[in-house]
C-alpha cells in the first residue's frame, strides 16, 4: 500500500512539486498572519505611610491593610483613559494590571504582550512608572496627610521579554498538515484518474484490432468450398455419358394419317 503510494507520486512528480511549492506558500502565509509574541512582567510593592511605621520599625511589618489601596490602583488600569494612554505608546500592545495572588501583600503585577520585545519593555515601562504616579494622584484627591501617604516600589521588573511563538506553531503545522494532505491526495487523484483512462483506450483500442483483423483458418477454409479454384475430378458415369453421341427422341406417330409429326 505504502509503495503503490510513493509509486503513484513518482509518476506524478509535477503535482507533488506544485503541492511543495504550495506548502512553502502556507507556512510562510501562517508566520506573517501568526508572528511571534512578546511577553514581560512587573511587579510593584505598596509601602505604608510614615506614620504606619514607629520609629525604627520595618515598614515591611505594616503591609496589612495595603490590598485596598492597590485594588484601587488597579481598578483605575481597567479605565478607558489608561487604555487610551498606553495605546498612545503602543497600538498593538496588550496589557493588564491585577493582584498578584501568589503573594499575601499588596503587590500590583503588570503583565504586557506585544509584537516586538522593544515595544514590549517599553510599555512595561511605562506602566510601572505610572503605578506610583496614580497612587499619588488618588491620595492628593481624598487630601491624604503627607505623613501617611502610601508610597510604592519596584518588586520586580523584567528586562527582557520572551518570546512565545505557541501560537506561530500551531498555525505552520497545520500549513504543514493542510499542504502535504492536499500533495499526496491530488497525486492520488490524478494518478487514478489517467491510468482509468489509460486502460478504457487501451481495452477499445484492443477490440477494434481483434475486428479488423486477418480472417482465422476456419474462414479461409469456407471461402475456399465456396469458391474452388481447381475443378473437382469427375466421375466415371458423368465421363462415359458425355462419350457417347447423342440420340434424338423419337418423333409421335399420327393415329389418324400415320404420319409423322
Same mark, same amino acid.
Given at each position: 500500500?505504502?509503495?503503490?503510494?510513493?509509486?503513484?507520486?513518482?509518476?506524478?512528480?509535477?503535482?507533488?512539486?506544485?503541492?511543495?511549492?504550495?506548502?512553502?506558500?502556507?507556512?510562510?502565509?501562517?508566520?506573517?498572519?501568526?508572528?511571534?509574541?512578546?511577553?514581560?512582567?512587573?511587579?510593584?510593592?505598596?509601602?505604608?505611610?510614615?506614620?504606619?511605621? @514607629?520609629?525604627?520599625?520595618?515598614?515591611? @511589618?505594616?503591609?496589612?491593610?495595603?490590598?485596598?489601596?492597590?485594588?484601587?490602583?488597579?481598578?483605575?488600569?481597567?479605565?478607558?483613559?489608561?487604555?487610551?494612554?498606553?495605546?498612545?505608546?503602543?497600538?498593538?500592545?496588550?496589557?493588564?494590571?491585577?493582584?498578584?495572588?501568589?503573594?499575601?501583600?499588596?503587590?500590583?503585577?503588570?503583565?504586557?504582550?506585544?509584537?516586538?520585545?522593544?515595544?514590549?519593555?517599553?510599555?512595561?515601562?511605562?506602566?510601572?512608572?505610572?503605578?506610583?504616579?496614580?497612587?499619588?494622584?488618588?491620595?492628593?484627591?481624598?487630601?491624604?496627610?503627607?505623613?501617611?501617604?502610601?508610597?510604592?516600589?519596584?518588586?520586580?521588573?523584567?528586562?527582557?521579554?520572551?518570546?512565545?511563538?505557541?501560537?506561530?506553531?500551531?498555525?505552520?503545522?497545520?500549513?504543514?498538515?493542510?499542504?502535504?494532505?492536499?500533495?499526496?491526495?491530488?497525486?492520488?487523484?490524478?494518478?487514478?484518474?489517467?491510468?482509468?483512462?489509460?486502460?478504457?483506450?487501451?481495452?477499445?483500442?484492443?477490440?477494434?484490432?481483434?475486428?479488423?483483423?486477418?480472417?482465422?483458418?476456419?474462414?479461409?477454409?469456407?471461402?475456399?468450398?465456396?469458391?474452388?479454384?481447381?475443378?473437382?475430378?469427375?466421375?466415371?458415369?458423368?465421363?462415359?455419358?458425355?462419350?457417347?453421341?447423342?440420340?434424338?427422341?423419337?418423333?409421335?406417330?399420327?393415329?389418324?394419317?400415320?404420319?409423322?409429326?
Amino acid at each position: 500500500m505504502i509503495l503503490d503510494v510513493f509509486r503513484a507520486m513518482g509518476r506524478r512528480w509535477y503535482v507533488v512539486v506544485g503541492g511543495l511549492v504550495l506548502t512553502a506558500g502556507l507556512t510562510w502565509a501562517a508566520s506573517e498572519i501568526s508572528p511571534p509574541e512578546y511577553n514581560a512582567r512587573g511587579l510593584v510593592l505598596l509601602l505604608p505611610g510614615e506614620n504606619a511605621v @514607629l520609629d525604627g520599625g520595618n515598614p515591611f @511589618l505594616a503591609l496589612s491593610g495595603l490590598e485596598q489601596p492597590a485594588g484601587i490602583v488597579v481598578a483605575y488600569f481597567a479605565s478607558s483613559a489608561a487604555q487610551m494612554e498606553v495605546a498612545a505608546v503602543s497600538e498593538s500592545a496588550q496589557f493588564e494590571v491585577f493582584l498578584d495572588d501568589s503573594t499575601r501583600g499588596p503587590v500590583i503585577a503588570v503583565d504586557v504582550t506585544d509584537v516586538s520585545a522593544e515595544a514590549t519593555l517599553q510599555t512595561l515601562e511605562f506602566l510601572t512608572d505610572r503605578v506610583p504616579k496614580e497612587l499619588e494622584r488618588l491620595q492628593e484627591q481624598v487630601g491624604a496627610p503627607a505623613d501617611s501617604m502610601i508610597t510604592s516600589m519596584p518588586l520586580a521588573i523584567d528586562d527582557r521579554a520572551e518570546a512565545d511563538t505557541a501560537g506561530t506553531t500551531r498555525l505552520i503545522i497545520a500549513a504543514l498538515a493542510v499542504g502535504a494532505v492536499a500533495t499526496v491526495a491530488g497525486a492520488l487523484s490524478l494518478d487514478g484518474l489517467l491510468l482509468r483512462r489509460k486502460a478504457r483506450r487501451t481495452g477499445i483500442s484492443g477490440l477494434a484490432s481483434a475486428e479488423d483483423g486477418p480472417p482465422s483458418s476456419a474462414t479461409d477454409e469456407d471461402t475456399a468450398l465456396a469458391h474452388p479454384t481447381t475443378p473437382y475430378p469427375r466421375t466415371r458415369a458423368a465421363t462415359s455419358a458425355s462419350s457417347e453421341p447423342h440420340q434424338s427422341p423419337p418423333k409421335p406417330v399420327s393415329a389418324r394419317t400415320g404420319r409423322v409429326r
